[in-house]
């Protein structure tokens, strides 16, 4: 069960705010970066319109493009993060630029799933906490941040704080491990066969073969 | 023991077994449909470790993304002269090939948006669990049953197991009471629901619709509603299965047929929830107070009546929210307290997994008859199938758009996502039957009016937004 993706265990470094509500992911990841077969050279697509005016210039009254947070590793978000379109492409790219955790008061739901996929924690927090992180995040000298998988803590400098979250063990394990989830669920191929002869037998209209089609 | 939601009814008779104690389980998928840009990393990683597909039979794959909708389509007008384009229709050909899938390609007769051909011929049917790289995909729970859309790793997963890693979602009961006025239409319930809940207001919930409006709505209303309740953030939608959805299912290609369908009905109309089920949430909406819809933001919950204006920021008392408005209305070129109607537009688009469907063509067509698109303004039409664009035809409903002045194009997303040419400007405003009114959504700069199709051609024939109760119609 190795896998493609690195583990993520302890994550230590600068955390930047964007904390405008419902921010879509046609906004994190444009269609124009949407045309390949690949996963690759997706970070120039992350949050393209914010970063870089019309003629491809940074724009630099964006948080992403002033030091000390063009090196951001974590990101405080406005509510609903991520929600829209499926595009993993949106992950890929925000990994690629190195950002691993995502923090917020919710995500599109698809995008948390996806950010699971791709070594990344989309950690929910309560609106307070949110709030104070991005705070704390907007503060060149005070934002930055340590995420400690292990025992399930981010720790802020910039107010010296400690917190403890919850999280499924499941995705724990998973990013704990860098786990491949196809590997894993793999491991109960006799319980997927046995579910489905009983399923298929009881609802024989689900295979397509027996619905002779008319063409 | 308490009763089960429909919802919880689906997800346990599809659940392969737990997975540990967080509350995960194993959930198996009855069928998938795959498109071009989302598929073609799932299956580059399937091959990078050898693993077969589980069951072929259990995905359909359909192009719609990037595909031209250039009113002809032969062998000559459907090469894509964009290289990247024609290289995920062929992988998407490839792949398929490799694998045993079916697949609809640009010329077959059946093509269209996928969620369109999926309801069409019949691939999904009541009590199904069915996933798609598509966040649209709670578009079939207008079948009675569950659909969700997933990332391409999760496409992967599926392809590899017939499985996803699930985490069971709360339940959300939204009840719509009365009967829909003239003119009303389930895109104006929908987009009414998200501005009472907002754009994350069914996040880690699957919504069930119940009540009288509802049970009243054809299938193709229904189909509009679950499909877009993702932009509230639900997890899927559901309507239970009625006769009025089984009238519409039987005879289509991939329905059982003869003493299957008869064993089959048996068992759908036990898809309801019980009595006694909880719903952790209940939202109502009456039906009877809606009036048609636009959006004037960003965000699909920033929309008032038709008759509305625009709000102000300074009375929102949440600053995430007021920094979002401003944004919205700097976005969209709006002041607050400005009237929405008579606001000129330069462009009108029907089409879209969400309203591009025959019901929606014959109710747009009903304020064309005898009507011409107003000067300056662009209007197309892209039917969500080619089996709808047919069927169109048939009815004459293609003729009146034509005569009105509206393109008459062939199936695909086309100008709700904007991934082939068809596309707007900076400054474009248009009128658009589509799901998200999100920035550079139709075209980088281009500002974005969500309505029913309808309402869209109101918009077209007077050149403003308009009240299409104002209009008479045919």
Redesign the interface.
């Known amino acids: 069960m190795t896998s493609r993706l690195q583990a993520l265990t302890r994550l230590s470094g600068v955390a930047a705010a964007l904390s405008l509500p419902h921010v879509d992911t046609d906004q994190i990841m444009p269609k124009q970066f949407l045309k390949g077969i690949d996963r690759e050279g997706l970070s120039q697509g992350f949050l393209h319109d914010m970063r870089f005016d019309a003629a491809g210039q940074k724009r630099a009254d964006f948080v992403l493009n002033q030091a000390p947070w063009t090196e951001a590793m974590f990101l405080i978000t406005g509510p609903n993060f991520g929600c829209g379109s499926s595009r993993e492409h949106a992950v890929w790219g925000m990994r690629q630029l190195g950002i691993r955790c995502v923090i917020g008061a919710s995500f599109g739901g698809i995008f948390s799933d996806n950010c699971l996929r791709n070594g990344v924690l989309a950690l929910v927090l309560p609106d307070t906490e949110v709030a104070r992180l991005t705070r704390l995040a907007q503060d060149p000298l005070g934002c930055q941040m340590a995420l400690d998988l292990p025992t399930q803590s981010v720790y802020s400098a910039g107010d010296g704080r400690t917190l403890r979250f919850e999280l499924d063990p499941l995705h724990k394990n998973m990013l704990l491990h860098g786990l491949d989830a196809v590997g894993m669920s793999l491991l109960h191929a006799q319980d997927i066969r046995d579910f489905e002869t009983q399923y298929l037998a009881a609802h024989p209209w689900v295979q397509p073969e027996q619905n002779h089609p008319t063409r | 023991m308490t009763g089960r939601t429909l919802y919880q009814r689906i997800v346990d ?2 659940t ?2 737990p ?6 389980i ?1 959930l ?1 998928v ?2 998938q449909v795959l498109n071009e ?2 598929s ?2 799932a299956f ?2 399937l091959h ?2 050898g ?1 077969p597909v ?2 072929p ?2 995905s359909l794959a359909v192009v719609d993304h ?1 595909n031209a909708t250039t009113p002809v389509r032969n062998a000559r007008t459907m090469v894509l002269h ?1 290289a ?2 024609a ?2 229709v062929q ?1 998407l050909a490839d792949n398929c090939a490799r694998h045993g899938i079916e697949l609809f390609d640009m010329l077959d007769t059946r093509q269209g948006i996928e969620h369109v051909v999926a309801s069409e011929q019949g691939w999904v ?1 009541p ?2 669990v069915m996933a798609a ?3 649209h995909t709670t578009t079939h729970g207008a079948m009675g049953a569950l659909g969700f ?6 496409i ?2 599926l392809l ?4 996803l ?1 699930y ?1 069971p979602q709360k339940n959300l009961r939204v009840t719509v009471h009365g009967t829909m006025p003239p003119g009303i239409t389930a895109k104006d319930v929908v987009l009414s629901l998200i501005a009472q809940i907002g ?2 207001g069914a ?2 919930h699957v919504i069930e619709y119940t009540g009288p409006a509802i049970e009243a709505m054809g299938v193709e209303g229904r189909l509009t509603l679950c499909n877009m309740s993702v932009e509230a ?1 639900a ?1 899927g939608a559901i309507v239970a299965p009625d006769d009025t959805l089984f009238h519409y299912l039987h005879g289509r ?5 003869g003493a ?1 369908w008869d ?2 009905v048996a ?1 759908w109309r036990n898809l309801r929830s019980d009595h006694d089920a909880v719903f952790e949430r209940e939202v109502s909406l009456d039906a009877r107070h809606i009036a048609p819809r636009v959006t004037w933001g960003t ?1 699909p ?1 920033q929309g008032v009546p038709i008759d509305g204006v625009v709000p102000d920021p300074a009375h929102e008392g949440d600053a ?2 007021r ?2 408005m401003q ?1 919205a209305l700097a976005y969209m070129a709006l002041i607050p307290g400005q009237a929405l109607q008579g606001l000129p537009i330069s462009h009108a688009f029907i089409g879209s997994c969400t309203n591009s469907r025959i019901d929606d063509l014959r109710d747009a067509a009903r304020y064309l008859r005898g009507r011409r698109v107003a000067s300056g303004v662009r209007a197309m039409v892209v039917p969500g199938s080619s089996l709808v664009r047919a069927q169109a035809e048939a009815e004459g409903l293609a003729q009146i758009f034509q005569q009105a002045g509206f393109e008459w194009r062939q199936s695909g997303c086309s100008m709700c ?3 082939n040419e068809d596309h707007l400007n ?1 400054g474009d405003r248009c009128a658009s039957s589509t799901n ?1 009114n ?4 139709q075209g ?1 700069g281009a500002r974005t009016h969500l309505m029913s199709p309808a309402m869209v051609a109101a918009a077209a024939v007077t050149g403003v937004l308009t009240d299409l109760r104002s209009l008479p119609c045919h």
């Open positions: 008779a599809h392969v077994r997975l540990g104690d967080g509350g995960p194993l198996y009855d069928r840009y989302t073609p990393q580059a990683a990078a470790q693993r589980w069951r039979g259990a990037v964009d990247d384009r290289r995920q992988t049917l009590g199904m790289g598509d966040s859309g997933i990332g391409s790793s999760e992967e997963h590899a197991t017939q499985t890693v985490r754009a994350d996040a880690g953030a997890r290609p991939r329905v059982p047929q299957h064993a089959a068992q965000s919950d995430q929210k920094q979002g944004r996502v904007a991934m900076p998200r999100f920035e550079g959504r980088a």
